[in-house]
T-cell receptor, first 113, second 108 residues
Framework: DGGITQSPKYLFRKEGQNVTLSCEQNLNHDAMYWYRQDPGQGLRLIYYSQIVNDFQKGDIAEGYSVSREKKESFPLTVTSAQKNPTAFYLC????????????FGDGTRLSIL | EDQVTQSPEALRLQEGESSSLNCSYTVSGLRGLFWYRQDPGKGPEFLFTLYSAGEEKEKERLKATLTKKESFLHITAPKPEDSATYLCAPLGYSTLTFGKGTMLLVSP
């Protein structure tokens, strides 16, 4: 079955540590996205990529980095510069073109040790 | 700045008791509006896309409608398995803006 796989499901970060969240899709979608979800808030866009080897900052990109070397993969690194990283991180993908719905993975929950 | 407000924040219904969820938005250059369902600890599941005022979409007990300033998600004769958080997200010029969601609980 086609879908989006995020791993790990739970992740713990120590002070000063960078951690990388994995996102893989086999839907043959061109566009991929990373969101952060905090309790009582809407999803907020971190980064998005509409094509391989290109990506744009979203609303809250500070303290995060991404790469898009393959169409299927869009890993997110939470760096030590992100001072409040505890959140539920969601990856999504969509077909290219105006008004295409985004389809989501089941998330990674990141916590601070 | 694009803005989205969903109401109510939480809604408790008895099984079979129909109701509506509201999504009010201020978005420049609306290109569509999406509804999602999210279960605890899971990613949002796509339900509907609405592209223009007056459009309606239906799926089982759910019907979504769109006007120029708001969208409604009507739930007819809900069942306990309809319990979830429902998110709306209008699409402006470039990216989606998500509302905070309405948490729906349907009791048997």
């Amino acid at each position: 079955d086609g879908g989006i796989t995020q791993s790990p499901k739970y992740l713990f970060r120590k002070e000063g540590q960078n951690v990388t969240l994995s996102c893989e899709q086999n839907l043959n979608h061109d566009a991929m996205y990373w969101y952060r979800q905090d309790p009582g808030q809407g999803l907020r866009l971190i980064y998005y990529s509409q094509i391989v080897n290109d990506f744009q900052k979203g609303d809250i990109a500070e303290g995060y980095s991404v790469s898009r070397e393959k169409k299927e993969s869009f890993p997110l690194t939470v760096t030590s510069a992100q001072k409040n990283p505890t959140a539920f991180y969601l990856c999504a993908s969509s077909k290219q073109g105006s008004g295409q719905p985004q389809h989501f993975g089941d998330g990674t929950r990141l916590s601070i040790l | 700045e694009d803005q989205v407000t969903q109401s109510p924040e939480a809604l408790r219904l008895q099984e079979g008791e129909s109701s509506s969820l509201n999504c009010s938005y201020t978005v420049s250059g609306l290109r569509g509006l999406f509804w999602y369902r999210q279960d605890p600890g899971k990613g949002p599941e796509f339900l509907f896309t609405l592209y223009s005022a007056g459009e309606e979409k239906e799926k089982e007990r759910l019907k979504a409608t769109l006007t120029k300033k708001e969208s409604f998600l009507h739930i007819t004769a809900p069942k306990p398995e309809d319990s979830a958080t429902y998110l709306c997200a209008p699409l402006g010029y470039s990216t989606l803006t998500f509302g905070k969601g309405t948490m729906l609980l349907v009791s048997p």
